[in-house]
């Protein structure tokens, strides 16, 4: 089905070690972000990418790396990961041929770093 | 810089009686405003947006919302709530310039009483 697909849907890891979200959408959306969503901040953008090859940071980037080498591709590593990223993490896309064009999400990825 | 409040973390209404969800925005032009539901376990979905012209937007499930720029508002309505309605409710803004870069208010769980 075309759509969005986040995995895993639930991870649990130590502080230290790297760990890999995967994102992958089947519309060739161009625009795809990473959201980390916690109790009373509503959601925050970690990192947008606005074609195969192109990233930036977004609001809160700090111990995140991400790459897109293909379109329908958008990992988010963290590369050590710590408590403070125990979140549940959102992938989007849209595409993008209007400002306002809605995102679409993922079912999301609930984290846990012990 | 931009900032999305929502005054009301909870609320109770009865099936059936009416819902208005508060969301006030700051932005230093006219934004993009976006409310978004997010039923348990799942990722947000759109409800409804406001880009531009008509200040009254209709959305999907009944609801709909007023852009009132005097008063930096983009509030949700619905005449009647329904059980299915229960599901937690974003407001989002987002800049021209900036696709799917959207600032988040902190949400607002809608609990639905028989």
Redesign the interface.
């Known amino acids: 089905d075309a759509g969005?697909t986040q995995s895993p849907r639930y991870k649990i890891t130590e502080t230290g070690r790297q760990v890999t979200l995967m994102c992958h959408q089947t519309w060739s959306h161009s625009?795809m972000?990473w959201?980390r969503q916690d109790l009373?901040?509503?959601?925050?953008?970690i990192y947008?990418s606005?074609a195969a090859d192109i990233t930036d940071k977004?609001e809160v980037p700090d111990g995140y790396v991400v790459s897109r080498s293909k379109t329908e591709n958008f990992p988010l590593t963290l590369e050590s990961a710590t408590r403070s990223q125990t979140s549940v993490y959102?992938c989007?896309s849209?595409e993008?041929d209007r400002?306002?064009?809605?995102?679409h999400?993922?079912?999301?990825t609930r984290l846990t770093v012990t | 810089a931009q900032s999305v409040t929502q005054p009301d973390i909870h609320i109770t209404v009865s099936e059936g009686a009416s819902l208005e969800l508060r969301c006030n925005y700051s932005y230093g032009a006219t934004p993009y405003l976006f409310w978004y539901v997010q039923s348990p376990g799942q990722g947000l979905q759109l409800l409804l947006k406001y880009f531009s012209g008509d200040t009254l937007v209709q959305g999907i499930k009944g609801f709909e919302a007023e852009f009132k720029r005097s008063q930096s508002s983009f509030n949700l309505r619905k005449p009647s709530v329904h059980w299915s309605d229960a599901a937690e409710y974003f407001c989002a803004v987002g800049a021209r310039g900036n696709t799917g870069k959207l600032i988040f208010g902190q949400g607002t769980t809608l609990q639905v009483k028989p």
């Open positions: 969005i625009y972000f959201y009373g901040h509503g959601l925050r953008l947008y606005a977004g959102f989007a849209t993008g400002e306002h064009s809605p995102l999400f993922g079912n999301g």
